[in-house]
Each structure stands twice: as C-alpha cells, then as structure tokens.
RNA sequence: GCGUUCGUGGUGUAGGGGUAGCACAAGAGGUUUCCAACCUCUUUGCCCGGGUUCAAAUCCCGGCGAGCGCACCA
C-alpha cells in the first residue's frame, strides 16, 4: 500500500528545505545545536499559516477558546503535575560496556515500588551483582538523576525560585480553569487551546525535526462533566480509517473501520475521545495529509501515561515510519485534583445542578461553644471539627470521641444538640473531566512537506513540486511578468499590491530569468498559483493564470481574481 | 551516552601533505512572445580547536554536527 522507502528521497528533499528556506539547522555558523532548528522564511510562514488553521479548527467549534500562557513555569505546577518525578529518573552506566539504563528497570524484581527509590537506595540494589544486560557485567557508576526538562531560577541569585521551561503547554490551561470557568458562565463542557513552544532536554535528539529539545505544540484541553459526556453524532462520518487498538485488548490487530463503528464496538472507549479522534482527522486532512498515511494506535494499559486512561496516538507514516504527531488522553480527574491538593485551592470543581432538588435529611450533633470552649480550651478547634465529621451518631452520652490527633475526648450530652434537619441539596460540586488532544506541529509540518514533496521527470530532467494545499503555502501565487522590460515589471507590482492587499492572500513577484524557471522555483516551495504579465496584459488587465498542480493556464482578469483569492474559488477558473 | 560511517561554495560532488576543481543554484548585463534554453561577467567553500610538519582540506587528538545500530524518550 505504501510506497517502498526511495534511496535518497529523504537527503534530497531535507537539501531542497535548507537550500529554499524551508527548515534548517539552528545556530548553524557557529556549529550548530543538536535539537534545534529554524524555520526560514519560506517555512516560518508555512509554520504560521498551519498553526493559524488549527486555531481556527477548534475555535469554529463555539465552546472552546485560546488562551497564551508563560513557558517558564513554577517548580510547584510541575510537582503537582507529576513532571518533576516523571522526569526525573535515575540513570546508570555500566562500566563494563558503557550501556545506560534506567536505575530503577534494573532492580524492580528487587523492589515493589522501585521508581520510588532515592540513588542511596538504587546504588545499594545495583551493587547487589545486577548484571548489564548487554555485557552481563556488575560494576555500575552510582545512579544520577536525568533530568528532562531545563531548569532555571525566577529571580537573582540564591534568591531565585526554581522554575522549568515547560514541557507542555496543558499545564497553562489548568492554570486558568477558575477564569475559564467564569468565562463559560460556570457550564460544561468547555475548552481551550494553547499554541506555542514546549521544553525536553532530549538524550539523544534524532531524526531531524521528529525529536527536537525545542518545539511547538498546540494543545486543546477540553473540560467535560464526567456523568454527562457530550456526545456527537458520529454516525453522519463515513471515512474508513486505519485503527489499531491496544494489543492486549480484545480487539487487537489492526483494523479499518469508521468513528462511529469503533466506538460502538466499544474500541474507543470514550464518546467525546472518539469525537476528537474524528475531528483530529478532519484537521489533518485539510493541511494536506494523506489519508492513506494516517491510523490511530491506542496505548496499551502498560504504556499509558502516569495520568491517562484511554489514550490513542495519531501516527502519520513518511520517511522516518510511522511517527506519533497527536496524542488524544482522557487525562480524567488527574490534573485537576493534582492541582487542587498541592495549591489548597477549592476553585478547580464545577457545579453540578440535579434535574430535581434532592431533599436531604441531616441528623448530626450541633457543638456547644458555651460548654466545649471552657471545658477542652486548647483542644476546642479539633473537637468541634471531630463532631463534624462523625458519621455514625453515638447512641448514648458520654461517648469517647477521637481527634484527628488521636487523643480522644468524652463528650458529655450538655456539649452537643441533636439536630435533624431536612434540607434541599440542589446539586452538587466534583471535578471535570479533561479529554487532551496535543498535536506536535513540527511532527506535522514535516509529514505536510513529505506528502506534499514529489519528485517527477519532467523533458528528462528531475523536476520537484511541493503540492502544498491552499492556505499552507508560504504564499498564494507568484506574479511573473514576461519579460523584464516595457512596462511589465511595474504592472506586476501593482498586481503584488493588490493581491498582499487584499485579508490573508500573500503575494511575491519574481523577475529574474526565465519564466519556466520562475515556474519551477515556485513550484519547488509549493505555490498553487502563478499569474504571467505579458502584452496582452498591457493593452487589456488580463493575466494568465497557471495551476501548478497541473501546469494548465487559462487567460483571466485581475479583478475576477482578485475576488476569487478573497473566497478561495480560484479552482472554478479551469 | 556507547558503537559505526561521515563532514569541501547556497545545493550536489572531485581532490586526500605543496595554486581547491566541476556541475547546478544565485547576482549583473545581453538575448528571448509562457515551462529549469543560450552568451558574457561576477559572488560564495575545506565544521571548530589543538598537535605533527618547512608546509595540513588532507595525518593525529579532542569537540561540534549529520546518518545508521544499541540505549533513552513520546
């Protein structure tokens, strides 16, 4: 089905994205940096324009709207996240072959909890005769923590606060629940969407733009009432996609079905996963990636993340294989109530209105000031506390009451009024649910530019076209004119103008040699149109108009294609 | 991080102790009535740092970077 991996294809087109602009080493004069890349200006505006098209995937949906937050974050968030132990594991190296291995993989037939472990701990298992996997050697260096994300300080000197540039940008949205809340009028479901740079100080980064210490993510965290997911209407969809669920499932093996067909068999587990899985198609789709090169791969129970309990990859096959480019996470509860226990906050819950008030009756014991104030002094504060808490009320006085101290206290009748009250509960308050779709952009820049990069034969030459979609490409057309003289050159830049004037629509002129090279240039990064100035154009405002996905040119006037730009109808010309 | 192959204009390559060459691309001019044409001229290079040597792009050591395998990671 997939075409056999071509011998230098790969070398050829990462020389074409570096010569044209396209995507290129970082910091490259003075070496390089392995991990980081620039966008150049061809690339950077493919960057934006697909960013922007994502943006304004999720925001047409209503319910959900863009956030920005800081990338260098707090230590606390990303404790309470899980990152700071997550990415904090133990390494060691053995001294015989120079193998590295994660401490704690090492020794957990020795330990039941073997991640827990500090390097004191790890040191003492390791040099119980572990033997290197590879080498079958025991001699170890002593475990030392590998950090994965960069670290810094908020403020000078031993003063500072220890902070991470942030290895995601969800934490961002948790951040800003209480105001997203606010913003909904305090009703799910909801989300919000964050764009921009994410933060792993990768071991090894390989595979040019795949792995990179510094990239851009776009995030879309959606907040759901766990009872009452919404649900869409899957079954209008009927695109066949290539699904392959969790190994040890009952459904493994790879399969094609449709969104709704998987999650009525109960594939996917979720509604409003399956949903974005669906619109995570839509979305790829459009920017140009081949249908035949996209399947969904669900995480075994083994592999999930420390937070997730459904959690599907979108994997898009190009040179390097299949590559993980989306990950959909139903993160539940995790976050949310991570966030509310380390910050002491109440703020991260929603309301839950019942359909009818539920009449309630409360029978509890009502503290005495009067009595318990002078009797325990000190110990008041927890006694009142210890009554407010008793589920099972006492059948006779004194009863011996335990404090969250542990001292316990006899509580006489004259301290407590039995008190039943019957009250209305109208609803009540729990913590949303969170469904993640995080997208790598630069995963998926790069697959947009494979699939789009084709080599042909052109009058026996190798001749290469980038068939970017419309609205992805750095620019919308080029402006040629014929010849380089008599007037057309100042015609072409009004036609410039009038394009770059015109909302969203990007224009560039190019004059110099000939006009089948000007083609050609403008074909290599991928720009659908090219307009040709050429006498005729001079006597009558007419220009000719060139598809570069078939080279086919008809005659048109710029007026009409100054209004087809605008509403994207340029396809109707042919 | 280990092993391995490698690093020469913008791109692709030749040279492998003594003046760094070619092709394509790019710039200027000419020519040309729509698909990488042609002519003239021009610009741009031995990854970085040490060492050996009269002399290093070339040999040696180290670093950085790229590909692949292992490991790590999502």
């Avoid at 109530?337 to 839950?352: G, I, M, P, Q, V």
């Avoid at 006899?410 to 009250?423: A, K, L, P, W």
Wanted: charged share 25%.
């Amino acid at each position: 089905m997939l075409d056999m991996p071509d011998e230098g294809r790969l070398e050829r087109m990462s020389a074409m994205l570096r010569r044209r602009g396209v995507v290129l080493p970082a910091f490259d004069i003075y070496g390089g940096v392995s991990g980081l890349i620039d966008y150049g200006p061809v690339g950077a505006s493919i960057k934006r324009r697909l960013t922007q098209k994502w943006i304004d995937h999720w925001l047409s949906h209503g319910d959900i709207v863009e956030i920005d937050s800081p990338t260098i974050t707090p230590e606390a968030v990303l404790v309470a996240s899980g990152h700071v132990g997550e990415f904090n594991d133990l390494m060691t190296e053995c001294k015989g072959c120079g193998s590295v291995f994660r401490a704690d993989h090492l020794v957990e037939h020795l330990h039941p909890n073997a991640d827990s472990l500090n390097s004191d701990e790890i040191d003492k298992l390791l040099s119980t005769g572990i033997e290197c996997p590879s080498c079958n050697e025991s001699e170890w260096t002593s475990a030392q923590p590998m950090n994965l994300m960069f670290s810094t300080k908020i403020g000078a000197m031993s003063a500072g606060r220890t902070a991470y540039m942030r290895p995601e940008t969800a934490q961002g949205m948790f951040m800003l629940y209480p105001a997203l809340y606010r913003h909904f009028r305090q009703k799910l479901p909801f989300g919000a969407i964050q764009t921009g740079k994410g933060y792993r100080n990768e071991i090894s980064p390989r595979q040019g733009m795949i792995r990179l210490r510094e990239f851009n993510m776009a995030e879309l965290e959606y907040f759901i009432d766990p009872e009452h997911p919404p649900l869409s209407d899957l079954n209008r969809r009927t695109e066949i996609v290539s699904l392959v669920p969790d190994p040890d499932g009952p459904h493994a093996g790879e399969s094609r079905m449709s969104f709704g067909a998987a999650l009525d068999a109960g594939i996917v587990r979720h509604p409003t996963v399956a949903w974005f899985l669906a619109r995570t198609w839509d979305f790829l789709i459009e920017v140009g990636i081949h249908p035949a090169k996209i399947r969904f791969r669900q995480h075994a129970s083994t592999e999930m993340a420390h937070y997730a309990e459904d959690c599907w990859d979108c994997e898009i096959h190009g040179e390097h294989g299949w590559i993980e480019c989306v990950g959909i996470a139903n993160r539940t509860c995790h976050d949310l109530e991570s966030h509310e226990s380390h910050s002491n906050t109440k703020s991260l819950r929603a309301w839950r209105q019942f359909d009818q008030p539920r009449s309630q009756t409360l029978d509890r014991l009502v503290p005495n000031g009067a009595v318990i104030g002078p009797t325990f002094r000190g110990d008041a504060g927890a006694v009142v506390a210890a009554l407010e808490l008793l589920t099972e009320l006492p059948e006779s006085f004194p009863f011996e009451l335990t404090l969250a101290n542990g001292n316990s206290v006899s509580i006489h009748e004259s301290m407590v009024e039995r008190r039943i009250d019957t009250v209305n509960v109208s609803g009540e308050w729990f913590t949303p649910h969170i469904i993640e779709p995080a997208f790598g952009i630069d995963r998926i820049i790069w697959h947009v530019l494979d699939h789009a990069y084709e080599e042909v034969e052109k009058e026996g030459e190798a001749y290469t076209f980038l068939r970017l979609s419309e609205g992805i490409s750095s620019v919308d057309c080029v402006v040629l004119p014929l010849f380089d003289k008599e007037g057309m050159p100042d015609l072409a830049k009004e036609i410039t103008s009038a394009i770059n004037a015109l909302p969203h629509s990007r224009a560039e002129m190019d004059s110099s040699k000939s006009i089948g090279r000007r083609y050609a240039r403008a074909d290599e990064i991928g720009v659908p149109w090219a307009l040709t100035v050429d006498h005729t154009s001079l006597e009558d405002g007419s220009v000719t108009v060139r598809r570069r996905d078939d080279q086919l040119q008809v005659r048109a006037f710029v007026d009409e294609i100054l209004t087809r730009m605008t509403n994207g109808t340029m396809q109707e010309l042919f």
